[in-house]
């Protein structure tokens, strides 16, 4: 169900109005005060976040179908999955002065909790998660939720982020936290460790779980170039790619 409220009847053709330049501004004679008075006016808003390093786990067709299980005894809410996105959001951003990245953003996600919704806003602004690629599956860790059903600001996100090596094809899956917001608590930051820690146990207790691995992030070829998957469109820049990081399918090299 695409969001179609940008589209405002005749806002495209519409010649500029024109503003009658003023004239030169009469002058009163007031004086200038010696100080000028301000009003401050300011927002603090912080996001923080941690990711663990990577678990490489045995490819298979399950894989995928594992990640929900390993927020088990974890979960304050429903576990949901994000798929990472089609290539036509590949531009989404949610960043509200953006109109065009923040209608591809809304697109994607409101039919997400919203829970997971700010999830996504806080990881993705400090580039925790990347939907370019990664699949995420997310839930309340920790705190609680407004009266409108969204975390507060020291309430902990977050779940289990995944992409598939470029390189073999393993599938690689890592402990990802975030939590922010219009404030800050001193015992936040101890709590997300603490619980990236024990999605990090979690992950590594998966029977398809293969070891620890320092993490190389998939590099998105910016335009067009690069190497395309032919399953879903993904362009990777990166040299030693055989396979999709977005969809684990065999790259073709042509
Ligand atoms: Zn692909």
């Avoid at 024109?18 to 912080?46: I, R």
């Avoid at 994000?82 to 697109?107: G, K």
């Avoid at 073999?168 to 975030?178: E, K, M, P, Q, Y």
């Amino acid at each position: 169900m695409p969001l179609e409220f940008l589209k405002r009847k005749g806002s495209q053709d519409a010649p500029a109005e024109t503003v009658p330049t003023p004239a030169a501004a009469p002058t009163s004679g007031l004086a200038m005060p010696e100080e000028v008075v301000a009003q401050e006016y300011q927002l603090k808003l912080y996001y923080a976040g941690k990711s663990s390093e990577g678990v490489r786990m045995k490819t298979g067709p399950n894989a995928l179908a594992e990640l929900p299980g390993m927020l088990v005894g974890l979960a304050l809410t429903e576990v949901e999955v994000v798929e990472p996105l089609p290539i036509e959001f590949s531009q989404a951003t949610p960043a509200i002065s953006r109109p065009s990245e923040a209608m591809q953003w809304l697109n994607a996600h409101h039919i997400h909790s919203p829970i997971t919704r700010h999830a996504l806003v806080v990881l993705e602004s400090i580039d925790a998660v990347d939907l370019a690629f990664d699949t995420f599956v997310c839930t309340m860790l920790d705190g609680e939720v407004d009266t409108s059903g969204y975390p507060e600001y020291n309430a902990i996100v977050g779940g289990v982020a995944a992409h598939w090596d470029e390189a073999t094809g393993d599938l690689i899956c890592r402990a990802v936290v975030g939590w922010g917001g219009k404030g800050v608590r001193g015992d936040t930051d101890r709590i997300g460790s603490k619980l990236l820690a024990a999605i990090l146990s979690n992950i590594l207790a998966s029977r398809f779980a293969t070891g620890l691995t320092a993490i190389e992030r998939p590099v998105p070829a910016a335009g067009r170039g690069g190497l395309v998957c032919a399953h879903c469109g993904f362009a990777s820049a990166h040299e030693r790619a055989f396979y999709c990081p977005k969809c684990g399918m065999r790259l073709l090299r042509g």
